[in-house]
């Protein structure tokens, strides 16, 4: 007989974790936010809605999916970690911050409960960094998960003031795209790969741009972008990938809109675009060398996709399948099916596609996401949206990377549950782009 979180117990546990943090947290807006009531509402809005999505997301795979799915085998093995803190202090802080590795597994004491597994690093990497939320938690999965978001959400919403400051007048606009998209609610808050590569994602942005935008060269911004690359990059580097090139490509047009004289910059927009290209470009060979394996390179990448994409189409994923057609595991052959696997990744599944409670919820944001996309562009047009990008690089950025994440999730991706969950980083900043410009111009008819 399996563990049931949800005796009275447990119940009594869930609602005072509830109490003290809600308690915690108004006491700290009060203190923090008194006087900015817009902010302090955003603040806690924002954190209930957190913990909202945290506890809907543990009722359905508790209840619903009845603990199927990776999120309870990643809870579980991370539980057991966790005892190893308990059990021998000196091999839980070795395997925590990495130092086991294959060549050395063995040193690790047999007793321990605990035996790390290389077959999938991603996997082992979710076992290590869920381990002290599930020991906070008392082992209890709903505990845990309230744990874990009471951690994330803090750093969202260092991210949320920091981009706060840059958009002055953006804030409902960043407050929707970062605080209370529901299917980003969702699947950013459960025991998953997802919650951790999202929240750091958005990290490592907020450290890039304080670094290479700001020049703020201090320690606490280096390790910020160090600890956000690594945790990423142990668990879905195309994500860094993404971030990585979509960032110097804003980095550049950001400098050249530094240049005022229209002739001149002219004059240093290949110069510069050559300079950021080629430091991108090392960036990334040198990520791509860290991470190795599949994501080495492009071949490597394009035979992956090529074989999940095959894979996911199988009949026992439960109909749940969609196929934007075959291609090979080539530049060209990609190539062939990218505009599928961009409209796949920005937009589906379909409201029509969706055959259960959770694909319905994200076939509507996928609507309400298509019939702004064609808003904006029949309102303002082709030339205004070309001229907001040449006004505000950062619109480039959110494009940029949600293309990339776009086409890479489409070309890999064929399973809708899947789809849904990996597409999460780009959809805050795909709505962010398409807000941004319609804010834009509603100024402008207002100025004229």
Sequence with gaps: ?????????????????????????????????????????????????????????????????????????????????????????????????????????????????????????????????????????????????????????????????????????????????????????????????????????????????????????????????????YIVLSLKPYILYGLIAAGFVWLGFNYIALVKNKLLRTFVFPIIMFGIGLGGMYTLTNVANIAGGSYQDVDSMLNKAVVSQQDLKKEYYGGNSFDIGDYDATVQGAASVTPAAIIAGLYRPFLWEANSVVMILSGLENTILLLLTLFVLFRAGPRFFFKSLSKEPFLIFCFIFSLIMAMGIGLSTANFGALVRFKIPLIPFFLMGWLFILDDYRNFKKSV
Excluded at 104 to 111: D, H
Excluded at 199 to 211: H, K
Aim: glycine share 6%; hydrophobic share 50%; proline share 3%.
């Design 1 to 229: 007989m399996r563990e049931s979180y949800l005796d009275i117990s447990g119940i009594l546990l869930i609602f005072t974790y509830l109490l003290v943090t809600i308690f915690v947290f108004n006491l700290y807006a009060n203190s923090k936010y008194g006087k900015e009531k817009t902010t302090k509402k955003y603040f806690l809005y924002g954190l209930y809605f957190k913990l909202f999505a945290a506890l809907f997301f543990a009722l359905i795979y508790d209840q619903y999916y009845q603990r199927g799915g990776d999120t309870f085998a990643y809870f579980y093995n991370a539980c057991r970690l966790g005892d190893v803190l308990f059990k021998n202090p000196t091999a839980y802080f070795k395997i925590f911050f990495g130092f086991i590795n294959e060549t050395n597994v063995y040193s690790l004491p047999s007793n321990l409960g605990y035996f790390p597994s290389f077959r999938d690093p991603s996997v082992f990497a979710v076992h290590r960094f869920i381990s002290p939320f599930a020991i906070l938690g008392l082992k209890n999965y709903y505990l845990s998960i309230i744990v874990l978001n009471v951690f994330n959400y803090l750093l969202i919403w260092r991210v949320f003031l920091f981009f706060k400051k840059i958009f002055m007048n953006k804030e409902k606009m960043l407050a929707l795209a970062l605080l209370f998209i529901p299917s980003v609610g969702f699947w950013g808050s459960g025991i998953v790969k997802d919650s951790f590569s999202y929240t750091f994602g958005l990290v490592f942005l907020s450290a890039f741009y304080r670094l290479f935008f700001m020049r703020k060269i201090g320690i606490l911004n280096i390790l910020k972008l160090l600890i956000s690359i």
